[in-house]
């Protein structure tokens, strides 16, 4: 296929063209995959949902508060992430942050 004789408005509709079949094709060769996957966990007996997990624990809930401030106890953090200001603020008075510690 020559492009070079191609007119813009022809190039601009066969990439459309294109999209469309990429697509098209994509969804395809899930779906392909998909059956081929489900007919394997059938032939050896594996519930998919035993197939497709990671091995990982799921989430067990909310994580237990660690450090809460003394004077106010909406002040809560578990350990977890970013340090809050206060807890920062706290530590950097000079005061230890054991003293959080619930």
Do not use: C
Request: aromatic share 4%.
């Amino acid at each position: 296929m020559d492009l070079s004789n191609m007119s813009l408005g022809d190039l601009r509709n066969l990439q459309d063209q294109i999209k469309q079949e990429m697509k098209k094709r994509e969804h395809q060769e899930v779906a392909k995959a998909r059956e081929q996957i489900m007919a394997i966990a059938q032939s050896v007996g594996v519930p998919l949902k035993d197939l497709l997990a990671t091995g990982r624990g799921g989430k067990t809930g909310p994580v237990a508060v660690r450090y809460r401030h003394p004077d106010n106890a909406s002040f809560q953090w578990t350990g977890r992430g970013r340090q809050p200001k206060w807890v920062r603020e706290w530590v950097e008075s000079g005061k230890s942050i054991d003293a959080l510690r619930v």
